[in-house]
């Protein structure tokens, strides 16, 4: 089975972002950390993909590592020798990647092997994949971003069928699939389909369900229409930053003009304000909420990044 497969990359670099946040930050770390810590970036020059788990302030391209032999090497000096690159700002910081551990590096590491170490990153050599919440907002951006992604069933297949041509007509590729005993199709393997019947859904406000049409776009309908049924929520919180406050009081004033149209109730939530964005503080707040009243209805945390590992740890 074949398909195909996006990534969107920014042609701003990490350094690029650092440098523009300089000169409007009021705390340029505690942003840029924001921003980065989180973030997934591809490395140009080898196309791998890396995540930022952290940003070494007190390093620099100038600082050296041990490289093949033992030989001492600095950044500038690495990435002019393997991939003639030269860094133009000196005293820009390192970001860092922690690598995962797998059960191959684990059977290294139980033959005396030594650990993975700390993966250092040149900022200005690093390029931000993903969508930010600024181009979410971005209408045009995302119409046109939706276009090219979500094609349509015969744009799919020649895309696919270009890329088979291509193939065929390497002989580097063609020389490797033989020498793995393997052979692509010039075609591709034809199946007989179903159709199914478009589905009707069904809602507390009228008798008549309402069809989703050929595209099955349910989401214009979804917005007017009532739930078959709602329980109120009576009791939940809502856990944010202290910095994220008025980010809050917008988005609680938003849901209660948009709830109307639903017929959904609630009652106004506790907040709970934590000084910092640290993983540990949202969940020291869970806790004590929750051994004071174990029968809260929902928990609404607000994060100010998106970080794989903070979702994780929920």
């Not at 001492?72 to 030269?86: N, R, S, W």
């Not at 033959?111 to 993975?116: I, S, Y």
């Amino acid at each position: 089975n074949i398909d195909s497969s996006y990534k969107l990359i920014r042609k701003e670099c990490a350094l690029d972002i650092m440098a523009d946040m300089y000169f409007k930050s009021s705390d340029f770390q505690r942003d840029c950390a924001r921003v980065l810590v989180g973030a997934m970036v591809i490395t140009r020059y080898n196309n791998k993909t890396y995540r930022i788990d952290d940003i070494a302030w007190d390093q620099s391209p100038k600082d050296s590592f041990e490289w093949q032999n033992g030989k001492k090497i600095t950044f500038i000096q690495y990435y002019k020798e393997i991939y003639g690159l030269d860094i133009s700002d000196s005293d820009q910081p390192l970001l860092i990647n922690i690598p995962k551990v797998t059960e191959a590096s684990e059977t290294q590491m139980a033959r005396g092997r030594r650990p993975l170490s700390l993966i250092s990153l040149v900022p200005e050599f690093c390029f931000l994949t993903g969508i930010t919440d600024d181009m979410r907002t971005n209408f045009r951006l995302m119409k046109d971003l939706s276009r090219h992604i979500h094609c349509s069933p015969s744009v799919r297949l020649n895309t696919i069928q270009s890329l088979v041509n291509l193939i065929h007509k390497s002989d580097k590729a063609s020389s490797e699939l033989k020498y793995w005993g393997l052979e692509l199709s010039t075609s591709m393997h034809e199946v007989q389909g179903v159709f199914l019947p478009n589905e009707s859904l069904y809602s507390g406000k009228s008798d008549q369900p309402l069809c989703s049409g050929n595209n099955g776009a349910w989401h214009n309908y979804l917005k007017n229409i009532q739930p078959v049924s709602c329980p109120r929520l009576e009791q939940w919180i809502c856990i944010h930053t202290e910095r994220d406050t008025q980010v809050v009081d917008r988005f609680m004033q938003s849901l209660e003009q948009s709830v109307r149209v639903c017929n959904l109730s609630f009652n106004s939530p506790k907040m709970v304000p934590i000084r910092n964005d640290n993983t540990e503080s949202y969940l020291k707040a869970i806790r004590e909420e929750l051994s004071q009243n174990p029968n809260l209805d929902l928990i609404m945390s607000v994060f100010p990044t998106q970080r794989e590992d903070r979702y994780a740890s929920f």
